[in-house]
């Protein structure tokens, strides 16, 4: 792609046959522009006040396609054009002036060093040059581009590299994977992400017709995302859609390196394969970088610097001190990308680089399983740290820890229930994201480590919505460990109060019994103790009341055993002030609450915490004090939210829905009866949990409906139903500034991408002027921008705008 020069200003006579040859080495278009708005805007705003600005990213995420998209948008802005310089194919470092000198058209006959020629030659002229693909020459591409900026005044740089030139001058554009919607959410405004564009617009060169359909929109999604929203992964993997349809494409995608051998023949041979680019970026790798690069291949998912130390020192030929630095250089080149996490910096392997990195790894005798056992029983201490720590102040940020390490967590319960070996046949499915791993019974060493890992958890599968998953690795790790251990019998009360949740309450209460026997049997009161609570937990699902009550009276009345979690103890009490509750004895109940309401205060709990405060509501909702129940049962919604409780957070909001009922507001309960249900959806089907436990949302809605008629109700409660559970809480707390429940009207506006990128900015604080400055359009823009959206959403302040895009986020 030339850009047409403004030949009347530079004096340059019209196109010369050597300036049809430059043209023919710039890129064109072939195919239509993947939509990065955002990346667009950022860079064209950095090329407004910077001199070189530098595109950097993995291979294959369209580092190249984006520069080549704002030199064309930024011809206008340089009278004597822009000339695109392709570094791919150079591999002496000695070309770089001489092929910049070609695109510029200039013929060089002077015996000085050829960056002084290239110097005279543009020092009065105003054009940009783009530099395509500097990684692989990083000090000669450094050297030109400094002696172009200092001996110039109108030359202006785009570069793009996997990692920086490191000149002080150079200003950074991070650019991306493209996004990708979750497979298993919403998707009807699927078509309006890039990375689904892609394909489609791919895959309709190759069979005319294609189009994202309801049918395929949830195939193409997990497709994209298995591909890490990847330009060119995506695009190699339409090109398969000539033999294979969207769902066989997704099934056989794990070998990746098979399917994706063959692209246009017209692409640069660094570009025919993925594994070309890889490879590539694998070579310009150290030693020592290119060993802590495999070993972290077996890291699922993003990791700290904490566990890639544990992961790849092996105390000989990589120490811990090595690998900080080896970190650092593989973010510089852009084999690791650096996030923000929970805790500090994470950094994570494109699941495209880290197959690469595994397959390296396999080709080193016995590095594979040393280097997934450390990474096993580091995951296995963060996990213990974490139940250790868990009846204390620090749970959210245990939340958010395990929440992040939750990729890291599968692949070391999958090695332990699953022993390196042989790759499966290509045929087979592939049931997980290393697929290498043989499907012959796992050491029982092993499998015990695995037991003893998922039982750990037990508060993190229990306490943060995923029983699923729970019940998935303690049903494998207790079919591979049947031997009689402690692992065993937290394990099978653990799988009991997972499987209780479901209804399934005699599979569960038949495994907490067990459990329990095994306990006793082998002297281990602490897990004996735990068994209990789960029987008595199934007892009250049961509806079985008055005989929960006897059991948590003398389960409370024992006290705690050594050994027994302070949460466990905690629950003891919780559900024996329930028990209380149902069955009418309230002032008991509070008594109860209140006692183990000081525990959790001594200790900064809030989880269990959560659970005494919605007691106390239904205690006092028992008593018929309604001041009193909405105070407790706000205060419970504000923590379970916190912790992602979503069963416990549609229960309170069924208990506060009575409490509002009761006090008039039929109107709130409906909406909040809404936001319970749409809650309920992301748990099971349906509602599940005994008569008992749900008669506060019956009580609620029969009252609402008779106060404001079935269509007042129906329309409120749907109103309540398309909010998401932060915009519920806050509508339930009534806290100033949480935007109002959504009309089925207003719930439909949509901004446009600009308007949300203002959005954005507004809500980082920034001042209209401010917002233009950075957009590079005019205040009178911006301002109009702001205008509309507050006039969209219904606000008056610019405070509304940011609290809106919080809770969006």
């Not at 510089?332 to 650096?338: A, E, T």
């Not at 018929?624 to 939210?641: G, N, Q």
Request: aromatic content about 4%; overall charge neutral.
């Amino acid at each position: 792609m030339h850009i047409c020069e403004n030949r009347a200003h530079s004096g340059i006579s019209a196109p010369t046959p050597e300036d049809w040859l430059i043209m023919r080495h710039l890129p064109v278009e072939t195919t239509s522009f993947v939509d990065r708005r955002r990346e667009q805007a950022a860079g064209r705003e950095l090329l407004t006040r910077a001199r070189l600005v530098t595109l950097t990213g993995p291979g294959g995420v369209g580092k190249t396609t984006l520069a080549a998209r704002l030199a064309a948008r930024a011809e206008r802005t340089f009278p004597d054009g822009v000339r695109f310089v392709h570094l791919a194919g150079l591999h002496d470092p000695e070309l770089v002036p001489l092929a910049v000198a070609d695109a510029l058209g200039l013929h060089d006959h002077s015996a000085g060093p050829p960056s002084d020629a290239l110097v005279a030659h543009v020092r009065d002229r105003k054009l940009l040059l783009v530099l395509d693909n500097c990684e692989h020459l990083l000090p000669a591409c450094a050297d030109l581009a400094a002696a172009l900026l200092h001996g110039t005044a109108g030359v202006r740089i785009l570069a793009t590299s996997r990692h920086r030139l490191g000149l002080t001058e150079e200003n950074l554009l991070d650019v991306r994977p493209l996004p990708v919607p979750d497979p298993d959410g919403d998707l009807s405004a699927a078509d309006g992400y890039p990375a689904l564009a892609l394909f489609a617009d791919r895959a309709a060169a190759v069979v005319p017709g294609f189009t994202l359909t309801a049918g395929n929109r949830a195939a193409v999604a997990r497709l994209c995302r298995r591909l890490d929203g990847l330009p060119l992964a995506i695009e190699l993997a339409a090109v398969r859609m000539r033999v294979l349809g969207v769902e066989q494409l997704l099934e056989r995608l794990d070998d990746r390196y098979r399917l994706l051998t063959s692209g246009s023949p017209a692409a640069l041979p660094r570009h025919r394969t993925l594994r070309a680019a890889v490879d590539w970026s694998h070579e310009l790798c150290g030693e020592r970088e290119q060993l802590v690069w495999a070993r972290l291949s077996v890291a699922a998912g993003g990791f700290d610097l904490e566990t890639a130390e544990a992961v790849c020192a092996d105390g000989t030929s990589v120490r811990r001190e090595d690998v900080l630095e080896a970190v650092a250089g593989l973010v510089d080149k852009s084999v690791l990308s650096r996030e923000p996490g929970p805790d500090g910096v994470r950094y994570r392997l494109l699941d495209t680089l880290r197959h690469y990195g595994l397959e390296r790894l396999r080709g080193q005798d016995g590095d594979e399983a040393a280097t997934r056992r450390r990474h096993r029983d580091w995951m296995l201490r963060r996990a213990a740290q974490c139940e250790a720590a868990w009846f204390g102040p620090g749970q959210r940020d245990i939340v958010a820890r395990l929440r992040a390490d939750q990729d890291n967590l599968r692949a070391a319960l999958d090695f332990s229930l699953r022993a390196v070996g042989d790759e499966a046949p290509p045929s087979e499915p592939r049931p997980g994201p290393d697929v290498a791993l043989a499907k012959r019974r796992p050491g029982p060493d092993d499998a015990l480590v695995g037991l003893r890992l998922a039982g750990t958890l037990w508060f993190y599968w229990h306490a943060c919505g995923a029983p699923r998953e729970g019940r998935y690795w303690l049903e494998r790790a207790l079919a591979a460990s049947p031997g009689p251990s402690s692992e065993r019998a937290r394990g099978l009360w653990v799988a009991g109060l997972l499987a209780g949740c479901p209804e399934d309450l005699t599979r569960g209460r038949r495994r907490a019994e067990e459990a329990r026997e095994l306990a006793l049997r082998l002297g281990d009161a602490a897990e004996a103790a735990h068994a209990e609570y789960v029987i008595g937990v199934v007892r009250l699902f049961a509806d079985e009341l008055p005989a929960a009550l006897a059991h948590f009276e003398t389960c409370v009345a024992r006290g705690r055993v050594p050994g027994q979690h302070l949460s466990l103890v905690g629950l003891d009490q919780v559900e024996l002030a329930c028990a209380l509750g149902f069955l009418g004895h309230a002032d008991r109940a509070v008594e109860v609450c209140e006692k183990t309401l000081r525990l959790c205060e001594e200790h900064g709990e809030e989880w269990v915490r959560s659970y005494v405060l919605r007691m106390l509501a239904l205690a006092h909702t028992v008593k018929r004090d309604w001041p009193r129940a909405e105070r407790y049962a706000r205060e419970a919604l504000r923590l379970k939210l916190a912790v992602n409780d979503v069963i416990g957070l549609a229960l309170t909001l069924d208990l506060t829905a009575r409490i509002a009922a009761e006090r008039s507001a039929h109107e709130r309960a409906a909406v909040l009866l809404g936001g319970a249900d749409h809650a309920w959806t992301s748990v099971d089907q349906g509602r599940w949990g005994s008569e008992t436990l749900n008669s506060a949302r019956r009580e609620a809605e029969s009252c609402a409906v008779r106060a404001l008629g079935r269509a007042g109700f129906t329309s409120a409660y749907d109103r309540g139903a398309g909010l998401t559970l932060t915009e519920l809480v806050g509508h339930a707390l009534q806290e100033p500034g949480v935007p109002a429940p959504r009309t089925p009207e207003s719930s439909r506006l949509r901004l446009t991408p600009r308007e949300a990128q203002v959005a954005e900015l507004v809500a980082e604080g920034l001042a209209n002027q401010q917002i233009a400055d950075r957009l590079v359009i005019a205040r009178r823009t911006a301002e109009g921008h702001v205008e509309r959206i507050l006039n969209k959403l219904g606000f008056n302040t610019r405070t509304q705008i940011a609290t809106w895009v919080t809770a969006q986020r």
